[in-house]
């Protein structure tokens, strides 16, 4: 038996030293050594001569010989052959020569060669055999234990990300294919398949080596017993090549579709085909996704380069067909599992979903040693350090989670038990939200997610008459979310009214937890944190917006701890983080102005005092865009994400829009007491919770130490009380009705800036306590408590036995059901619906399609009146003749009803009129007749709008520019190695 080493070399002298002393001293020495190294420009080659001439391996046993820097690993391997063969033949013979390869990087354990050939005397089936490889220089975590390839082509070693070696994984076993840093494989099969493709000149080979040789009938084995430690320099960007410059990734993708394509059968290469391309395109927009431009244009290069040139593939198919003798079944038995893919895809979102939502938690955390580094502090103590020290008090909310089952976690971390305990009880006091629902500001939903896309996407809407108002922001995201739940659109409303309370006592927990970081270094007691969480959850429910439908200011209060959350990003110390900051606020304003525009405004308020008071304070500021440039950025980029809103209703004369909320008018009930304790109308919880929590937030100024933040709570608490001053003196003349404007948005900040104030007061008084406890402080922190656990408890409490509300299961019926599945029919088939009388006045609307429907409220209530149809109204209910008759027709009427309490006068004019028939109503109190005339299909038709359609696109394009913007970097950094 013959050992012949391989050691290909490339810029290898920062590892070359140990691996040569690796190679020369095993305790089973290599018969021959070939060195090739493509020219390198440091010293490589004079390591490599000065080694072998230490080691007294002459001209007879070594030989090195340098080859152009384009040179192929395949290529260079083959070149080493032929050099090893063209040194004297050994005493042993090469009958059964063996090829040890090696990389420059990768250092063999003084027992890898020895451990390698008894594993191939004890099995004398197998062919080639690869070591157990370690990361360099780490040593102890593990990269490779053998290698297969999942069907999208990705490398798979079987192993966590991380794991240590502590022989887990020492079974000698066969495996699809092993690396080739410290290969042994026989000579003669190297050579009969071919040697490895020069298709793929550096990453790749192994497993497409592997695959052949499966196929070929041939046998692989992994030896764990045998170790190398490998540095993977031309994978992790460590080192350079002129065959992968700077696009690493691209090698690597090119060379996995490749070896994909190259060698599956002929019966799944179509479906391979297909899955790789659309994968491959899928991950061009994840890398997009996360900001990792650069891998996807690799990525995108690499599937051109493979699916673009069939040739290439057919060719390599041919060849490896010529030489196929395995069992496919075993070959097959060898690769990955095929669910394998779709837990890497999980592993990913799951990741990129953690880092979006913790991407902001540790703003004040960086603030802190920014400006410990600044100041010089030596010996810097982190976070996760502070509570280990103080991890007798038993106040790290994170202490429970040791290695212990989950069950066991979570029953002994009460804040656990008490979050998702206040999650079930919201459920169950929501539970009238399960199933359709409407009532208050709810309409009824529509038929289809569709709908909501037509509602979206049209410039000219069929409602009343026709009219070019543009429909709602919030429709967008309706029609999104009734897309993904496969157009259940009922579940998007019924979805948003009950998880709504659960989100906001999320967002306001991450809040809080940063907000509190950002006062006391020591954060917040998480019991603090638990009772600002639930007590800000249940303003939407204690406000009585939930009760009354009012959906916009539900999805706002649970919007916006996430909003003021990103936003806390603008004093991070990173630059990069304060940008993606700015993006994460413009999305989360954007989302909360669809459903309630006044947010954009105040947040326009907001920025223009927080910006003028640091010219002020701070003028050097304002000179660095880094610093104003993000809050900046986030007001101005959110009315372009609402363009295709926004734009229209300013030229269509609706601007009293934007001082309105989502959903149906609702007539508005705050008065001066009701925006003091946080009640929108008199469905809210009792007034005294209201009143309890602004005494605490009254209270919470008398600790010095958090003075300074608690004004700040009460400066915003200010404004908005200014601000809904002024606009509760204002009078919206909307076309059918005057109201005031909506005041949900200041209920809501109001009382969260309350209870901000609340906590922040209170971690001061508790921290006082902590020095020194007088009893009447104790009895007074006693009293207090209980007061401010009315607040949630209270809350929550009424919730669950109010039986009343505005929302019912069923809307009240007004038009028959004929006459609704008439209107289905085309939009010329409308329903014109009288209420009132001659004494009191008579309002009319018309009914069409499926009815008005959520999204649409909005619209006609902001439509302007059509006066020649008020006129015919106007007409037919005190002189009606056929003319009237016949205009009602060419306007899309088809049916007229008069609803309950019929006027005796208004129906007995009808009754005699030409051209209406008495139809069936649902009760004896209410009329119903049938225009008897032409019904015109263009009756409502509008014309389109080419600039709508654009600020559509430009809608789109800029949603996917914020995603990506906005999202977190979550790619493998290729770690650059140290030297050894």
């Not at 079974?171 to 071919?194: D, F």
């Not at 893919?341 to 703003?363: C, E, I, M």
């Not at 038990?417 to 500001?441: D, Q, W």
């Not at 969260?752 to 921290?767: K, P, W």
């Amino acid at each position: 038996m013959t050992v012949t080493a391989l050691l290909v070399s490339h810029d290898g002298a920062r590892w070359l030293p140990a691996v040569l002393a690796g190679l020369i001293g095993q305790t089973l020495p290599v018969d021959r050594v070939a060195a090739v190294d493509t020219t390198s420009r440091d010293d490589s080659v004079d390591l490599v001569r000065d080694a072998l001439d230490r080691a007294g391996l002459d001209a007879s046993h070594a030989v090195v010989e340098v080859v152009p820097g384009s040179t192929s690993y395949p290529a260079a391997v083959r070149h080493g052959l032929a050099l090893a063969a063209a040194l004297p033949t050994p005493a042993g013979g090469v009958d059964d020569e063996w090829i040890w390869l090696l990389h420059d990087d990768s250092n063999p354990a003084p027992t890898a060669l020895a451990e390698l050939l008894a594993a191939a005397d004890a099995h004398p089936d197998a062919d080639v055999l690869g070591p157990k490889l370690r990361e360099w220089p780490s040593l102890r975590r593990l990269l490779e234990v053998g290698l297969t390839i999942t069907g999208t082509g990705r490398r798979e070693t079987g192993l966590e990300r991380g794991e240590y070696d502590q022989g887990q994984h020492d079974a000698v076993r066969e495996v699809l294919a092993v690396n080739t840093a410290g290969m042994l494989v026989r000579r003669r099969v190297l050579e009969s398949l071919g040697g490895l493709d020069e298709e793929l000149p550096i990453f790749g080979n192994d497993i497409d080596f592997g695959w052949r040789a499966a196929l070929a009938g041939h046998r692989t084995l992994v030896v764990p017993q045998a170790v190398v430690f490998h540095a993977e320099a031309a994978h992790r960007g460590t080192r350079r090549t002129p065959l992968t410059g700077r696009h690493t990734h691209y090698q690597e993708r090119r060379a996995a579709l490749f070896t994909s394509l190259a060698n599956v059968s002929s019966r799944g290469l179509a479906w391979q085909y297909v899955r790789l391309l659309v994968g491959s395109l899928l991950r061009v927009v994840g890398f997009l996704a996360v900001r990792s431009v650069g891998e996807a244009l690799d990525e995108l290069a690499a599937v051109l380069s493979v699916h673009g040139r069939p040739g290439q593939v057919r060719a390599a198919r041919r060849e490896r067909a010529a030489r196929r003798r395995g069992d496919p079944a075993r070959v097959r038995r060898l690769l990955a599992p095929a669910w394998l893919p779709y837990r890497h895809g999980l592993d990913f979102v799951t990741d990129l979903a953690s880092a979006a939502t913790n991407q902001a938690a540790d703003v004040a955390e960086r603030r802190r040693i920014a400006r410990a580094a600044e100041a010089g502090q030596p010996g810097l103590v982190t976070r996760p350090e502070r509570r280990a020290a103080a991890a007798a008090g038993e106040d790290d909310e994170d202490a429970y989670l040791t290695d212990t089952g989950l069950v066991a976690r979570f029953f002994t971390n009460p804040v656990a038990v008490v979050l998702v305990l206040f999650g079930v009880l919201a459920l169950l006091a929501g539970r009238e939200a399960f199933g359709s629902i409407t009532g208050g500001a709810l309409s009824p939903v529509p038929a289809t997610a569709g709908d909501w896309w037509g509602l979206h996407a049209s410039t000219w809407h069929p409602l009343g008459t026709g009219t070019d108002v543009p429909a709602p922001a919030y429709v967008l995201a309706f029609a999104l979310a009734a897309t993904v739940l496969l157009g259940h659109t009922g579940a998007v409303v019924s979805g948003l009214m009950l998880l709504a309370v659960p989100v906001a006592a999320w967002g306001a927990w991450r809040l809080l937890k940063v907000v509190g970081r950002l006062v006391d270094p020591l954060g917040l007691p998480r019991w603090l944190v638990v009772w600002g969480a639930l007590a800000y959850a249940l303003v939407p429910v204690t406000s009585g917006a939930w009760a009354e439908g009012r959906f916009g200011t539900v999805a706002v209060a649970a919007l916006l701890p996430w909003a003021a959350h990103a936003a806390l990003g603008f004093v991070d110390p990173d630059r990069d983080r304060r940008w993606r900051a700015a993006w994460r606020t413009a999305l989360l304003l954007a989302l909360s102005a669809a459903f309630v525009p006044g947010v954009w405004l105040f947040a326009v308020l907001a920025t223009a005092v927080v910006l003028g008071s640091a010219a002020v304070i701070a003028p050097r500021l304002l000179r660095e865009r880094d610093s104003w440039g993000p809050p900046v950025v986030a007001v101005v980029a959110t009315p372009v994400l609402l363009a295709p809103w926004l734009v229209p209703l300013l030229t269509t004369g609706s601007a009293s829009g934007l001082l309105l909320e989502a959903g149906r008018l609702t007539v508005d009930q705050v008065t001066f007491g009701g925006l003091l304790t946080g009640r929108l109308n008199d469905l809210g919880a009792p007034w005294w919770l209201g009143v309890v929590l602004g005494l605490l937030a009254v209270v919470a100024l008398v600790p010095r130490r958090t003075r300074v933040p608690v004004v700040i709570c009460w400066l915003v608490a200010l404004a908005a009380a200014v601000v809904s001053g002024v606009l509760s003196h204002v009078t919206l003349d909307l076309p059918a009705v005057s109201t005031r404007p909506s005041l949900g948005l200041f209920v809501v900040i109001l009382q969260g800036t309350s209870i901000v104030a609340v906590v922040l007061g209170a971690d001061a008084y508790l921290r006082r306590l902590a020095d020194h406890h007088p009893w009447w402080q104790r009895g007074l922190a006693t009293a207090l408590a209980l007061v401010a656990a009315a607040v949630p408890v209270g809350g929550l409490g009424w919730w669950l036995t109010t039986p009343d509300n505005a929302m019912t299961q069923e809307a009240e019926q007004t038009v028959p059901v004929y006459m609704q599945q008439s209107s289905l029919t085309g939009q010329e088939h409308g329903v014109l619906v009288l209420d009132g009388s001659v004494d009191d006045g008579i309002t009319y609307r018309i009914r069409r399609d499926d009815g008005t429907t959520v999204g649409e409220d909005e619209i006609l209530t902001l439509a302007d009146e059509d006066a020649d149809l008020t006129s015919e109204v106007r007409a037919l209910v005190s002189t009606p003749t056929p003319a009237v008759v016949a205009a009602l027709g060419a306007r899309g009427v088809e049916y007229v009803v008069l609803s309950s309490p019929a006027d005796g006068r208004v129906s007995a004019l009808l009754d005699a009129t030409a051209g209406l028939e008495q139809a069936s109503a649902e009760d004896r109190t209410t009329r119903a007749w049938r225009v008897d005339r032409p019904l015109d299909p263009a009756a409502v038709d509008g014309d389109g709008s080419w600039w709508r359609t654009a600020l559509l696109v430009l809608q789109g394009i800029v949603i996917v520019l914020v995603l990506v913007l906005a999202a977190p970097t979550v790619r493998q950094r290729r770690e650059r190695g140290s030297d050894v």
